[in-house]
C-alpha cells in the first residue's frame, strides 16, 4: 500500500516490529469482528506495509490464531494468579467463582472482539477455532480436578454444559453493556447452573451422593 504521509517508518528489530503488528492487531479484533478488520489496518497501526505483516504472518487468519492464542494463556494465568492468592483452604465453590470473576474481567476488557466468535460462529479462522475448543477441552480438565471427579460420561457434559452456559450468560451481559452490578447474580447464576447439572447426574456407584460443588 503506498503511503500518502511519506514519514519514513520507524526502524524496528525483528522482535520489536512483530510486537508492534500484534499490539495492532490486537486492538484491532478487539474492537471488531474477525471479517471487519483488514490487514492494511492493522499494518497501517504498526506503521508497516501490509508485505512486511505477512513477513511475519502468512495470512490474516493465522494473525488472527496467535492473538486469539494470546488471549487463553493470558486468561488461564489470570484465573491461575485468582485460584493461588485464595490459599490452600479455599472450597471448590470459592474457586469456582474466582474463577468466573476473572473471566468477567476479561470479557469486559475486549467485549466486542470477545463476542465476536459467540455471535457468528462462522467468524474468525480455522486455526482460531482449533485454539478454542482445545481449550474448552483444557478447561473441563480443570474443572474436573477442581471438583475432584473423575473423567468420563455424563460428567464431562456436564462440564461442558457449565461452560455453555456461561458464555451464553456473559454474551448476554455484554448484549446489555457488562453492567458491573450484574456481576454477582451472574457468577451465582453459573454456579447454580453447575450445582443443577451434577446433581441431576447418577451416582458414580450405588450409595453414594450426587455431585455438588458445595458451599462457601
Not at 486468561?75 to 468466573?100: H, I, K, M, N, W
Amino acid at each position: 500500500m503506498t503511503r500518502s504521509d511519506r514519514r519514513p517508518r520507524q526502524r524496528l528489530d525483528p522482535a520489536q516490529r512483530r510486537t508492534a503488528i500484534l499490539d495492532a492487531a490486537r486492538d484491532a479484533f478487539a474492537q471488531a469482528p474477525y471479517d471487519q478488520v483488514s490487514l492494511a489496518s492493522v499494518a497501517s497501526a504498526a506503521d508497516a506495509s501490509e508485505a512486511l505483516v505477512h513477513k511475519y504472518f502468512a495470512t490474516k487468519g493465522a494473525l488472527y490464531a496467535e492473538i486469539v492464542r494470546e488471549a487463553i494463556e493470558s486468561l488461564l494465568q489470570r484465573q491461575f494468579e485468582a485460584d493461588a492468592a485464595l490459599g490452600p483452604g479455599a472450597t471448590a465453590r470459592q474457586r469456582l467463582a474466582t474463577s468466573v470473576e476473572a473471566y468477567l474481567d476479561f470479557v469486559a476488557s475486549t467485549p466486542e472482539g470477545w463476542a465476536a466468535p459467540l455471535r457468528d460462529p462462522c467468524d474468525g479462522a480455522a486455526e482460531a477455532a482449533s485454539l478454542r475448543a482445545a481449550a474448552r477441552e483444557r478447561y473441563v480438565t480443570l474443572l474436573r480436578a477442581v471438583l475432584g471427579l473423575p473423567p468420563g460420561q455424563p460428567r464431562d457434559h456436564a462440564l461442558h454444559g457449565y461452560l455453555g452456559f456461561l458464555d451464553a450468560a456473559c454474551l448476554s451481559w455484554v448484549t446489555a453493556g457488562c453492567q458491573r452490578d450484574q456481576r454477582p447474580a451472574l457468577t451465582a447464576a453459573a454456579l447454580g447452573a453447575l450445582d443443577g447439572a451434577l446433581a441431576a447426574l447418577p451416582p458414580a456407584r450405588s450409595g453414594t451422593s450426587p455431585y455438588v460443588i458445595g458451599e462457601e
